[in-house]
């Protein structure tokens, strides 16, 4: 089993709707949950950055970390085509010890927004 | 300046071959990293640099060998590849301690096609 398991879909959906990308994890000693997106043909971007549980918002993107469920979600609101990408979670323990800077992604959704 | 830059943009080379990636940041970071990207596959870390020492290496052949001349420098040597390094390489960095270890800054990357 994977620690961090993500459908890899492929997602489409039309412009304006809501997306719910989602990931879970094995490993309970995760404390920092990441969604990079990444364009074709480009490094990966870092979008939001979650510590422990809770939520937060920035624009139209939303971050849910449910560490009690080991579930973790990214939420795009009225979604555009420019929003057309692979959204990667990445998890890590935090800094010390030998995980020290190292994430741990999930497979990636690839998510298509038509207009 | 809050880019990391990456050269060359592609690169094709032979087996028998010897080249170098170069990955550069001007953003005071301390810590490293190369990662190997397969197609529609997440970023795999292959190496992370801290205070200009490496800390991790995940096992990776001798045939890549990374070098951290000074804070802003990141190379990778490369050595009688095969087919299957066949990658897009992945530069990022990130400052050191706490949450600065997860916001992980990519490059664009190097597109490597190994003949």
Known sequence: ?115 | DTEVTQTPKHLVMGMTNKKSLKCEQHMGHRAMYWYKQKAKKPPELMFVYSYEKLSINESVPSRFSPECPNSSLLNLHLHALQPEDSALYLCASSLLGGRGLNEQFFGPGTRLTVL
Not at chain 1, 41 to 55: A, F, H, I, V, W
Not at chain 1, 73 to 95: E, H, K
């Open chain 1, 1 to 115: 089993q994977k620690e961090v398991e993500q459908d890899p879909g492929p997602l489409s959906v039309p412009e304006g709707a809501i997306v719910s990308l989602n990931c879970t994890y094995s490993n309970s000693a995760f404390q920092y949950f990441m969604w990079y997106r990444q364009y074709s043909r480009k490094g990966p971007e870092l979008l939001m950055y979650t510590y422990s549980s809770g939520n937060k918002e920035d624009g139209r993107f939303t971050a849910q970390v449910d560490k009690s469920s080991k579930y973790i979600s990214l939420f795009i609101r009225d979604s555009q085509p420019s929003d057309s990408a692979t959204y990667l979670c990445a998890m890590s323990v935090g800094a010390g010890g030998t995980s020290y800077g190292k994430l741990t992604f999930g497979q990636g959704t690839i998510l298509t927004v038509h207009p």
